[in-house]
């Protein structure tokens, strides 16, 4: 997903525009869209970072920074105890271990979409059920199913096949989740979790999910309110330090040529 | 190991002696840890590194951890302690016994004792560790090296077995000499070591007579094993995955060799009896490479339910009888193992360079395959060790090459049939010796059907 | 530039592009070109004997498969990507192939490797794994065997001469190696890693006199470099095994750090321990190879059961390293079923972190398409430098 | 006549079944699988009577193959895929000694011998990056059907790099690189370049004997067929309907047993 976070003192307007592969053709009109609800215009705006798995193909940007960083930092501003962010998008899923706001390790995966929110996707689309409702129907689980494939597709498979064999909706849900989870779990328990744990990216505002790691773990883990905005925060909270540093020097920032304008696909 | 099937399905055992074992290994992880409590040495220890008899004969007790990497796996308990070592910081694609070892020694160490619900009473903090450097395996060489960054206290031994790879050019006789030498230095400093550490004088009488007895169990074990060779076999790999722990883990101690009487003396009844492990044996089998998957032993029960039985295993096998492995005159049981080690890794040398494109590890499934009449090879890919299964396609590609048993009939150019012959057929099955995570049974039972309907097809093309 | 500077500087670049061509040259000359891949193998015997030795690289630009056949997916990606091109034929100007007893990957596969590749001449040069005299005695017979063995495949008894003279010649090398080197040490460096990573893996293709020339060619070219061409930012050390593409250090540098020192194996690992010279020329090709090269595959016993001294004593030259080039943070780069460094990423990063240097761990594998991937978690890295 | 035999081939994707009379293919149908595969089975097995003019008296044998079998309650007797691939294969081309299958999660690759029996055989892991299940995910991006795909990458001039890592994932790349400029049929030649790679690569551990046929939903793409023969240097073999194969081997084998 895309989204723009625009900050002056405090968070003066923020968008979440909406999902898919077309993300990037998108970002140029949630800025706008941003920009409408603040109601600046676009030159008004002294910084612009980009972060995230397709931060390069933001041609308005004026500097791109990992998603690691901006998270570390986003997270930080909400929860100064964190320690451990789990970040789970549609793109690949990461462990970031922080300190002072700043990354100090982390892992990430981002080979397999089976480790991704993206097996959410695809799984409800294929049960024909929304995303949004695949949280409430897990937490009905007594009796998660257990999905013995790991891809994605052999896992699709495997809930159709199920559903034929009659197994009820909500259990294979919650073994969707719980299989999301080991992978997730596995993959951060790479790093020395500390706690506070902070469950960031699209797939936090999962509460089945949610549940999934935190029995996953063997504790809580903390959502923050946006969970889909940390990293867009963290931007933005970044891009301001820039634009302060340069004003002490009494220089304006390094910016890059800007354009709004779509990129063509298809 | 394998004795855990209970807690999952039970596997079936052909012979009553493998049913013995559960009992057995359960016996020695708690004896290590009885024994660690009444201030006996225990140490560390890899199989096939030598040291069996040397051990044995200095009254310290080796702790397998190879078999409790196995057993964590039958038990299907060794996730934890692999995630435990990932989080460390090794690699999932390493040997996965490390792994869960390396991980189960790190989480003891950091606790101060055992991890929770630590299988059958968990794997004891050693004395000291004896890793080898060879030829054979790296992680034998690296694996105590790494957990001894959780128990630095620690002492490791690294002992250097080398032997000589089948060369064109150069011929195992030329190198003997300097290899045989190296080997008793390396055997000499292990015992030096070993003196330091529990303070006592190695008696070289009794070394010598656990060495004798050792040979003596090796020369029974080969024996009791080509009973096999009957038809119908009266015991599978299967079951050699579970007699493999005396061999494996107790040599050099009597009670390995009353096992092997026993054994010897069942499979001697039922061959008398004709009894063999399937009532229709079919097809005839050689696990021709690989570790088993251990949480996946009943794999073999399934390909005996389709008639697929395995007579032979080249996977903890005493390649021949001791008589037929070259020993100098010498009554210094430091040198007999010596000789012994390198007699074993060159025995098939002299073989190899009579048959043209040959080599030493493909005449070993040559002979197998004549001797145990064998229909079809079988190998295991364990992904994450490396030592026992890189070559193993290439094994097959060159036995395919060189080694065309089975007469068939083809129609020639002028329409004419005309008799040749056909390699035998192989399966490769993938998965890994512990990591569960690698294995389907779906997949795995579906190829073994496939492989059954080659076999099929196979023995109707062949001409008698 | 002037014209001589382009013309070293497109002669490196055709030689890296186009690896092997010389070979392909020596070869239609008459010469016996002899591959390896590892740096356990005693070139010093190899140009002794009159044979060309021949650094085998990989590509991770060609997918691996022909290489497939009969080299299982569970061996390490380098290794393999090796292999698969030498079956693919782009090694078709090899008379032999000599592998050492390095690592699972290398020594389990020997067969494979030399029935599959069917070259004129293979050998196996079996290392001990311990440093005990015995050892010693032991790798000094070893060595002795390959000479006499080597001898018979090339139709010339290898002398005392004949090595001392070798091992001159590549002390020599090892000089110029480690006079580039001293160009990565101000800042910004007059040297980029990229450079470097393609002199260091021309140099490994040629005869050792050649790579002498080239080298010193190189190096009063660079001499001429009055200022650096790069910009004063991080400087980065890459620990591991073997990278002989550029695509890794090229990426670092494209995210703004400068590469400016290694513990590599075709960097310091194996270009600069020098071989004594002066006493009898095998034993003192054994203690190079087996003592100087500090190598995982080697036991390095920790004698006094202590945590930091054993740390000390097997990575101590990362440590030398990365004070006299200055690093500012470093990557572990371990492939994927390397068993060897696999093992000892732990005590690594514990080492990393008792000089107080920032580590940044990546697993990889052996190809091309998993640059994207490396590309987020570097950045990350360099953000986390500052 | 001596009596006619059923192969049926019930696979994830789709489903074949194959009527054979005397060595020769008398019809032929194919379905989705949908969700249901038992009704699918029955309706298969109705199509074809209908479509010979046989009834079920004249169906002697049935023998039932692919992903869900086991749902043909009314076989006879069940095969792999992999045998009932290679005897399909081996019908067509007597000389084919290696076989590819690209099916929709997996593909596999046989060695048959002289007599269309298999000796060895591999299959794709337990991620469906190598499968032809890429092809789909692929046509849906583009918004085209995969009927189309072949003839479009035929097309290109310029064949991009891919790297189809993970058959989901292949989307956004896709998208990605469109958005880059790219052209479809060049990102298309790219994929079934990459595609073919994985399936050269499968084929080479069991080592490849001529002469080497591709069979499978994905062989019926032209652009993968195309790929092979430039990654391989070898000519293809593609039966006319490559996704009749296990169907149609599986028929082949009901008659062996029935004459048996
Ligand atoms: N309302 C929601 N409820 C549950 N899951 C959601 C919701 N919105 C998004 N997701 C999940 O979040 C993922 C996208 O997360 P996001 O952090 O935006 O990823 P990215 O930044 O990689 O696009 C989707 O794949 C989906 O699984
Ligand atoms: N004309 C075509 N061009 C390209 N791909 C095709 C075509 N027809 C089918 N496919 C591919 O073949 C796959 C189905 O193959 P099939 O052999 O029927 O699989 P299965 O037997 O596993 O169901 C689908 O994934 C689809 O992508
Ligand atoms: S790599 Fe293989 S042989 Fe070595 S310890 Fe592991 S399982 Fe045993
Ligand atoms: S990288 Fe590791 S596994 Fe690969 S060749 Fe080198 S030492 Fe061996
Ligand atoms: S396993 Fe499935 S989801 Fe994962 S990379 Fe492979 S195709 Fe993609």
Same mark, same amino acid.
């Given at each position: 997903m895309t989204k723009v976070v625009i900050m002056g003192e405090e968070i003066m307007s923020s968008v979440i525009g909406p999902t898919g592969p077309e993300q990037r053709r998108l970002a140029n009109n949630v800025m706008k869209e941003a920009l409408n609800r603040a109601g600046l215009?676009?030159?008004?705006?002294s910084y612009v970072v980009a972060t995230g798995?397709?931060?390069?193909?933001?041609?308005?940007?004026?500097k791109q920074i990992t998603e690691i960083t901006c998270h570390a930092r986003g997270v930080a501003s909400f929860f100064?105890?964190?320690r451990t962010i789990i970040d789970i998008g549609g793109q690949d899923s990461k462990g970031i271990k922080i300190n002072n706001g700043r990354p100090i390790d982390f892992v990430m995966n981002d080979?397999?979409?089976?480790?991704?929110?993206r097996f959410l996707e695809i799984i409800a689309d294929t049960l024909g059920i929304k995303i949004e409702e695949m949280g409430e129907l897990a937490l009905q689980s007594k009796n998660p199913a257990v999905i013995?494939?790991?891809c994605t597709i052999f896992a699709e498979q495997e809930v159709v096949d199920k559903l034929a064999e009659g197994i009820p909706l909500k259990n294979l849900v919650a073994g969707i989740l719980e299989s999301l989870a080991n992978r997730v779990s596995r993959m951060v328990k790479r790093l020395k979790i500390e706690r506070e744990v902070i469950l960031t990216g699209g797939?936090?505002?999962n509460a089945g999910m949610v549940q999934a790691l935190s029995d996953k773990l063997g504790y809580p883990v903390s959502v923050p309110?946006?969970?889909?905005?940390t990293g867009a925060v963290g931007a933005t909270l970044l891009g301001k330090e820039i634009a302060q540093k340069a004003k002490e020097r009494d220089e304006s920032p390094e910016r890059k040529e800007r354009s709004l304008k779509e990129i063509e696909i298809l | 190991m394998a004795e855990e099937k209970k807690k999952h399905k039970k596997r079936r055992t052909a012979t009553e002696a493998a049913a013995s074992i559960g009992p057995m290994v359960k016996e020695f992880i708690s004896g290590t840890l009885r024994a660690k409590e009444e201030g006996r040495k225990v140490a560390f220890t890899f199989i096939v590194c030598l040291y069996d008899e040397i051990l044995r004969a200095m009254d310290i007790l080796p702790v397998w951890t190879e078999n409790f990497a196995g057993i964590c796996g039958a038990k299907r308990d060794a996730e934890r302690f692999l995630e435990r070592s990932e989080s460390l910081g090794?690699?999932?694609?390493?040997?996965t016994y490390a792994l869960c070892g390396i991980g189960f020694d790190q989480w003891r160490e950091e606790l101060g004792e055992?991890?929770?619900?630590?299988?059958?009473?968990g794997q004891v903090r050693p004395d000291m560790m004896l890793s080898s450097g060879q030829i054979l395996c790296d992680p034998r060489n690296k694996w105590y090296q790494a957990s001894q960054l959780y128990m630095p206290d620690v002492p490791v031994y690294n002992i250097d077995l080398p032997y000589p790879l089948y060369e064109d050019d150069v011929e195992f006789t030329d190198v003997r000499d300097y290899y045989v030498k190296h080997i008793i230095e390396e055997l000499r400093g292990l015992v030096a070591f070993l003196e330091k550490q529990t303070g006592t004088k190695m008696d070289y009488d009794r070394l010598s007579e656990t060495v004798d007895l050792g040979e003596r169990t090796w020369n029974l074990i080969w024996e009791t094993y080509d009973?096999?060779?009957?038809?119908?076999?009266?015991?599978?790999t299967g079951d050699a995955m579970n007699t493999m722990v005396p061999m494996c883990?107790?040599?050099?101690t009597q009670e390995a060799y009353d096992f092997f009487l026993g054994l010897n003396k069942e499979l001697k009844e039922k061959v008398a009896r004709k009894e063999?492990?399937?009532?229709?044996?079919?097809y005839r089998l050689l696990w021709g490479g690989g570790l088993p998957s251990w949480f996946a032993l009943s794999d073999f029960n399934y390909f005996n339910s389709k008639g697929a039985v395995f007579p032979?295993?080249?996977?903890?096998?005493?390649?021949?009888?001791?008589?037929q492995i070259y020993m100098p005159d010498t009554n210094d049981p430091i040198e007999r193992l010596a000789w012994r080690w390198f007699g074993y890794w060159v025995f098939w040398h002299n073989k190899a360079r009579?048959?043209?494109?040959?080599h030493p590890d493909v005449e070993w499934l040559i002979q197998y395959i004549e001797d145990y009449k064998i229909d079809g090879i079988v190998m295991h890919e364990?992904?994450?060790?490396?030592?026992?299964?890189?070559?193993l396609i290439w094994q097959l590609n060159q036995l395919a090459k060189i080694y065309k048993p089975i007469p068939v009939l083809v129609l020639g150019k002028d329409g004419k049939k005309e008799k040749t012959n056909r390699e035998l057929p192989s399966l490769v099955l993938e998965s890994?010796?512990?990591?569960?995570?690698?294995?389907s049974e779906v997949d795995t039972r579906n190829r073994i059907d496939a492989f059954i309907e080659t076999l099929e097809s196979v023995a109707k093309s062949k001409v008698h | 530039m002037n014209e001589k500077n382009s013309d070293i500087f497109s002669r490196i670049e055709s030689y890296y592009s186009d690896y092997g061509q010389r070979a392909k040259e020596l070869k239609n000359e008459g010469k016996k070109i002899i591959g390896y891949v590892c740096?356990?193998?005693?070139?010093e015997i190899i140009t002794a004997a009159g044979c060309v030795p021949f650094r085998m690289r990989g590509d991770i630009h060609e997918p691996i498969t022909k290489g497939n056949i009969n080299l299982?997916?569970?061996?390490?990606p380098f290794y393999r990507s090796c292999f698969d091109l030498s079956v693919k034929g782009r090694?078709?100007?090899?008379?032999g192939s000599i592998v050492a007893h390095a690592c699972d990957s290398m020594a389990r596969t020997y067969a494979v490797w030399k029935y599959t590749l069917d070259l004129p001449y293979s050998h196996f040069v079996n290392l001990p794994h311990t440093l005990s005299k015995s050892s010693m005695e032991f790798f000094n017979e070893e060595l002795n065997t390959f000479r006499k063995s080597l001898g018979g495949f090339a139709g010339k008894e290898i002398s005392d001469d004949d090595l001392a003279e070798a091992i001159g010649l590549y002390n020599e090398n090892r000089d110029k190696v480690k006079a580039l080197y001293e160009l990565r040490k101000p800042d910004p460096p007059i040297i980029s890693g990229t450079e470097l990573t393609k002199i260091l893996t021309v140099g490994a293709s040629l005869p050792v006199a050649e790579a002498n020339q080239l080298f010193d060619e190189v190096l009063e070219e660079l001499g001429?470099?009055?200022?650096?061409?790069?910009?004063?930012v991080r400087r980065i050390m890459i620990d591991g095994a073997?990278? +002989? /593409?550029i695509e890794l250090v090229k990426l670092i540098e494209d995210l703004?750090?400068?590469?400016?020192?290694d513990t590599l194996c075709n960097g310091?690992? +194996? /270009?600069?321990p020098h071989t004594d010279i002066g006493g009898d020329p095998v034993s003192a090709l054994a203690d190079r190879y087996l003592n100087k090269?500090?190598?995982?595959r080697t036991y390095r016993e920790n004698?006094?059961?202590d945590l930091h001294k054993d740390l000390e004593s097997r990575f101590g030259d990362i440590g030398f390293y990365a004070r006299e080039f200055k690093a500012d943070g470093a990557i572990l780069y371990v492939y994927k079923y390397c068993d060897p460094f696999g093992f000892e990423v732990p005590a690594r990063k514990a080492y990393f972190d008792s000089i107080k240097l920032p580590l940044l761990y990546l697993e990889d594998e052996y190809?091309?398409?998993?640059i994207g991937q490396l590309k987020t978690r570097i950045q990350a890295f360099l953000e986390m430098l500052g | 006549m001596a009596g006619c035999v059923i192969g049926i081939d019930i696979g994830s994707a789709s489903s074949k079944g194959v009527v054979f009379c005397d060595q020769k293919i008398l019809g032929s149908y194919v379905i989705p699988s949908g969700g249901n595969y038992k009704l699918t089975a029955d309706k298969v097995r109705e199509e074809l009577l209908s479509r010979t003019g046989l009834?079920?008296?004249?169906?002697v044998y049935t023998v039932a193959t692919g992903?869900?079998?086991?749902?043909?309650?009314?076989?006879d007797d069940l095969r792999t895929d992999i045998s009932c691939h290679s005897k399909g294969a081996f019908y067509c081309?007597?000389?084919?000694r290696t076989v590819v299958d690209v099916g929709d999660l997996h593909s596999k690759v046989f060695r048959i011998d002289d007599k269309g029996g298999q000796l060895k055989f591999l299959l794709s892991g337990k991620?469906?990056?190598?499968?032809a299940r890429v092809l789909k995910v692929i046509a849906r991006v583009l918004q085209?059907?995969?009927?189309?795909l072949g003839a479009l990458s035929l097309k290109s001039r310029k064949r991009v790099d891919f790297n189809t890592g993970c058959a989901v994932f292949a989307e956004s790349e896709a998208v990605g690189r469109i958005a880059e400029g790219v052209a479809k049929e060049d990102l298309l030649a790219g994929i079934h370049r990459a595609l073919a790679a994985q399936l050269y690569s499968l084929a080479e551990r069991v080592g490849i004997k001529e002469d080497f046929a591709l069979v499978g939903g994905?062989?019926?793409?032209a652009g993968l067929i195309k790929a092979m023969e430039e990654i391989t240097n070898l000519d293809i073999f593609v039966p006319?309907?490559?996704?009749?194969t296990a169907a149609l081997g599986a028929a082949i084998i009901a008659e062996e047993i029935s004459n048996a």
């Open positions: 215009p676009f030159k008004s705006i798995y397709g931060r390069i193909n933001v041609p308005f940007a004026d100064p105890d964190a080979k397999c979409a089976a480790g991704s929110g013995s494939n790991i797939v936090a505002k309110p946006e969970p889909l905005l | 090794l690699s999932r694609s390493l040997c055992m991890p929770p619900d630590a299988p059958w009473g009973l096999r060779r009957a038809v119908p076999t009266p015991m599978g883990f107790m040599m050099g063999g492990v399937v009532e229709d044996e079919k032979a295993e080249t996977t903890y096998r005493m390649i021949e009888s001791m008589y009579k048959r043209p494109g040959s364990a992904f994450s060790c490396r030592t026992w299964h890189l070559g890994d010796i512990i990591d569960i995570t690698t294995y | 740096s356990f193998i005693p070139l299982e997916t569970i061996a390490c090694y078709d100007f090899l008379d001429k470099r009055k200022e650096s061409p790069l910009k004063k073997c990278v +002989d /593409n703004g750090g400068n590469v400016v020192i310091t690992r +194996d /270009n600069l090269i500090n190598c995982p004698k006094e059961q190809s091309a398409g998993t | 009834s079920l008296r004249d169906i992903y869900s079998a086991k749902a043909v309650t009314f076989a081309f007597p000389s084919a991620c469906a990056g190598g499968s085209l059907k995969v009927e189309e994905g062989a019926r793409d006319a309907e490559p996704h009749l």
